[in-house]
């Protein structure tokens, strides 16, 4: 009884520590992400990134979508805990518990990032450093601090930006 209640405990810590670090749980629309995907040309041999996975809904649809190899990276071990249970059996599917600001890049393709503004202005420091030649970035609504930004309306009304790496 007493570990149940610390495991209780534990879990609304971690349930505040995510709000409070404003890494709200917000998830991306179905509609919106498979606009962005056609945008992008994203197919099959591609490899998809999503930095901030929370509980995996993205990479679900891009594998649901298109079977293609897909990754997120998720700062929070509770989402990743949970996601990883989700997918237990899907090998295509990977979770890393993970920060998105240092994350090696290296097989990325697509580098999907819904982030809050303060983490989309830092990622915006480093991820054209980080990306290979051909590769491209989408960070929906929140417009990130790169130039040669191409802007995608999306069909609830809202933008994302992309950038693609030369
Ligand atoms: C707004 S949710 C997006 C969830 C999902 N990607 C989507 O679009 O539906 C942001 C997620 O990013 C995670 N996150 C925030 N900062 C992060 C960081 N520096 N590294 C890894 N994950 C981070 C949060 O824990 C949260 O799960």
Redesign the pocket.
């Known amino acids: 009884m007493d570990i149940l209640f610390l495991i209780i405990v534990i879990l609304f810590l971690q349930l505040g520590l995510?709000w409070f670090q404003g890494?709200?749980?917000?998830?991306?629309k179905k509609t919106d992400l498979e606009f962005i995907l056609n945008s992008v040309n994203f197919d099959s041999n591609k490899v998809f990134f999503?930095?901030?996975?929370?509980l995996g809904?993205?990479l679900k649809v891009v594998f649901n979508k298109y079977q293609s190899k897909c990754v997120g990276?998720?700062?929070?071990w509770l989402?990743f805990l949970i996601s990883e249970i989700l997918f237990i059996g899907n090998k295509k599917i990977t979770i890393r518990l993970?920060?998105?600001?240092t994350y090696s890049l290296n097989e990325a393709d697509v580098v999907f990032s819904?982030?809050m503004p303060n983490?989309v202005k830092k990622l915006s420091q480093s991820i054209s450093d980080r990306l290979k030649p051909g590769a491209v970035f989408v960070s929906p609504i929140f417009r990130p601090d790169l130039d040669n930004l191409e802007e995608i309306n999306l069909p609830s009304g809202k933008r994302a930006y992309v950038f693609r790496k030369r």
């Open positions: 995510i890494a709200q749980y917000l998830s991306t999503d930095l901030g996975s929370g809904n993205v990276i998720e700062r929070s989402l993970g920060n998105a600001f819904f982030l983490d």
